[in-house]
């Protein structure tokens, strides 16, 4: 059974930074890709970052890329997000979802979020001034 858990998510003021995990089990870590999603209030959900865990290869939104970084600790089938330099406009539940249909990160992006079959249930990130 594949399970997907975030955690780390929380208030932090603008300009702070997070760490976002994803405690995975139930499939193949290595062969899989797994990506960050969101959602903010009145906004459709979002991939924020992707990431191929067999080779490394990764994805970025054009709103994460050079202030976020995706990443995984293959000992702990964990995979995370550091978020640095929060604005208001990153507050939003944050999404772990992981896919075997696809084989690059950018995949992630491009299958669509229909076809990812699994999700964990989201942490909340709040950020105030």
């Known amino acids: 059974e594949v399970r997907l858990v975030e955690s780390g998510g929380g208030a932090v003021r603008v300009g702070g930074s997070l760490r976002l995990s994803c405690a995975t089990s139930?499939?193949?870590?290595?062969?899989?890709?797994v990506g960050w999603f969101r959602r903010a209030p009145g906004k459709q959900r979002e991939l924020v970052a992707s990431?191929?865990?067999?080779?490394?290869?990764?994805y970025y939104s054009h709103f994460a890329k050079g202030r976020f970084t995706i990443s995984s600790d293959k000992a702990s089938d964990t995979v995370f997000l550091e978020m640095n330099n929060l604005q208001s406009g990153d507050a939003a539940v944050y999404y772990c979802?992981?896919?075997?249909?696809?084989?690059?990160?950018?995949?992630?992006?491009?299958?669509?979020?229909?076809?990812?079959?699994?999700w964990g249930l989201g942490t909340q990130v709040t950020v105030s001034l």
């Open positions: 979802a992981a896919s075997g249909r696809v084989s690059t990160a950018e995949g992630m992006r491009i299958i669509g979020q229909p076809w990812i079959d699994y």
């Open positions: 139930g499939f193949p870590f290595a062969e899989w890709v």
């Open positions: 990431l191929a865990l067999g080779d490394g290869d990764t």
